[in-house]
């Protein structure tokens, strides 16, 4: 009997395909504008000075590969919801959070989208911005959550619709799911500003929504922890009870290490702790425990003020790179005599660039170029070298005349 016969082919994934077809070019100039991974400034991939501290420490001090409970290490939880929450938060001090450790923020999407689907008493539809990151859509229809969308930004003009997205989330029937990204934006690298954010949460809160905050690259929208935390904390100081997702993968450079968190915010500690055993039974019915070396990592780093202090230095030259390589794509676009408008690329933040390229001219960088990136126009900034950046702006020149 021939058993899976049947079976198709699932599609490829719109941007690790692209990477495969990358892998696989022999030009020696070819260019990975695709993944979302940062780059040193001779496009190689860094482990952190900080985290080969840490995993020096971690080598001496565990004699263990024991597994880790459910909910991952207790210290890497208290430390992530500090992380996001500040030392001195009021949740924290009255035990509000529900932090579980999980495999990373798309774990983490799994976990609180799996609960979420389970036990959210309202509509259990979520709302998404228009456009987001693909898995987004992806694994919250895969646990069972509706999903919905709200305007957020127009590709062609790359600038927030602030009016339609407040207009679009006034029109959430009341005690529904809201999504947002906590600072960073991908793929668009447009944020709220604070004073929009501020606003946004005063809406939210009219509509009676639930706000979940996606935060896979806090630090490296401003370099600064605590800037970059100012949506999540200014809801929670509006009194919203929000759910946090939580990756190291950008800030920490742990990838492949799968460590991240989810937070739920509860309205007492012993409610806390119930949501913490509905996170547990989804975990132990799924993966059973988290990896452990990814939390050894971030536990060793946060608990010490000195590899704190580094690590966050680190954060800021790579946000400090990222800015240069969008000033230094901008300068060459003009210098190769675009007349285009390319302000876009400087006023974005973080690890992306919606380029505004038409899927018709990031076919032809590719083709004739051997530059790769996702048919939307999104460049990972982080690609972007000194070496190369004149070659990829000449070529982008080239496709745009
Ligand atoms: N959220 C956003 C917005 C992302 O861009 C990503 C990674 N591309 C993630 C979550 C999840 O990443 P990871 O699973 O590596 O933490």
Excluded at 67 to 91: E, R, T
Excluded at 153 to 177: A, H, Q, R, T, Y
Excluded at 358 to 374: A, C, W
């Amino acid at each position: 009997f021939f058993w899976w016969k049947h079976l198709e082919n699932a599609p490829p994934d719109s941007i690790l395909g692209i990477k495969k077809i990358y892998n696989m070019d022999k030009n020696p100039n070819k260019v990975d504008l695709i993944v979302g991974a940062y780059r040193d400034a001779n496009g190689k991939p860094v482990i952190l000075p900080s985290v080969l501290e840490a995993e020096k420490m971690i080598e001496k001090k565990y004699t263990d590969k024991e597994y880790a409970p459910i909910s991952g290490l207790p210290q890497f939880n208290q430390l992530s919801a500090q992380l996001l929450l500040g030392p001195d938060s009021s949740v924290l001090c009255n035990q509000l959070n529900a932090t579980s450790q999980t495999v990373s923020g798309s774990g983490a999407l799994y976990v609180s989208g799996k609960f979420m689907a389970q036990f959210f008493p309202g509509n259990t539809c979520i709302y998404l911005p228009q456009p987001t990151w693909a898995n987004h859509e992806a694994i919250f229809k895969f646990v069972g959550l509706e999903v919905a969308w709200y305007r957020y930004c127009d590709p062609k003009v790359s600038k927030l619709d602030f009016e339609g997205l407040m207009d679009d989330i006034n029109k959430i029937p009341e005690k529904s799911i809201a999504f947002f990204q906590g600072c960073a934006h991908n793929p668009t690298g447009v944020d709220p500003s604070q004073e929009q954010w501020c606003e946004i949460s005063q809406l939210v809160k009219k509509r009676q929504l639930f706000p979940v905050f996606d935060v896979a690259y806090q630090g490296f929208a401003s370099g600064d922890f605590y800037n970059d935390a100012f949506s999540f904390r200014t809801f929670l100081q509006d009194g919203h009870k929000v759910a946090i997702l939580q990756s190291y993968s950008k800030s920490m450079g742990l990838y492949g290490e799968r460590t991240g968190s989810c937070t739920f915010i509860a309205d007492c500690k012993s409610e806390a702790d119930t949501i913490l055993t509905q996170m547990e039974e989804i975990i132990r019915k799924t993966y059973s425990s988290p990896p452990i070396h990814g939390s050894r990592i971030v536990v060793e780093i946060l608990a010490d003020e000195n590899l704190k202090y580094m690590w966050f230095q680190e954060v800021k030259m790579m946000s400090e790179r990222l800015k240069a390589m969008r000033n230094a794509l901008k300068e060459n676009l003009e210098k190769a005599g675009s007349k285009h408008n390319w302000d876009h690329i400087v006023h974005q933040i973080g690890m992306f660039c919606l380029s505004k390229l038409t899927p018709k001219q990031v076919k032809k960088l590719t083709d004739d170029y051997h530059i790769y990136l996702p048919a939307d126009g999104r460049i990972s900034v982080a690609g972007l070298t000194t070496k190369n950046v004149q070659y990829v702006a000449n070529a982008i020149h080239e496709v745009t005349k």
